[in-house]
């Protein structure tokens, strides 16, 4: 269990090349993105695409996934909060369920993210929009955020608390859930 908060001194070699992202992942993963925005069905403006979590640090795993988030302001959605973030989840999970991805083995997280969300300063975050670090990762710092814990568990737990026993697809979404 240890091993998983082993730091390393280089990024994920499938993603980075001397500190920057291989050039057809930023395209590749600008296009997913595009293709998520879509299937979420608003008009809010896409502020950025950021690649977060362990992928954009120094302490990835096997078992890291890749985090891109759509970087909107959620007050562009609606006034109620609380409904624009539990439609954010809703989208997720259906996308991850209907569109799982995958690259080189890591599955591809996709998030609408609130704008006025405030990232831990310690973590990486990569522009994928404008190809460039917003906050570079250091191999010296080794942080957990609990805040980025909570947020990627929220979407889990949405999903969970909306499991019927009386949907077909009750057993599939089970075993989607626990792959993920």
Avoid: C
């Avoid at 917003?134 to 805040?147: G, L, M, Y």
């Amino acid at each position: 269990m240890l091993r998983e908060y082993e730091t390393h001194s280089t990024l994920n070699p499938k993603l980075w090349k001397n500190g920057d992202l291989r050039p057809k992942l930023q395209i590749g993963f600008a296009k997913i993105a595009k293709a998520f925005y879509d299937f979420l069905e608003i008009d809010a403006e896409i502020l950025d695409v950021i690649l977060i979590g362990s992928n954009a640090n120094y302490n990835y795993t096997e078992h890291s996934d890749i985090d891109l988030h759509v970087v909107i302001n959620y007050s562009a959605v609606g006034d109620n909060q609380l409904l624009v973030s539990n439609y954010m989840h809703a989208k997720k999970s259906i996308w991850n369920v209907n569109y799982p991805l995958t690259y080189k083995g890591m599955n591809i997280e996709l998030y609408a993210q609130d704008s006025n969300d405030v990232l831990n300063s310690t973590v990486g975050v990569y522009s994928i929009l404008h190809g460039k670090w917003i906050n570079r990762p250091s191999s010296e710092t080794v942080s957990v955020d609990d805040a980025a814990i909570q947020q990627k568990a929220d979407p889990y737990e949405y999903e969970i608390d909306n499991l019927s026993e009386s949907d077909p697809y009750a057993e599939q979404k089970i075993k989607n859930l626990k792959q993920r």
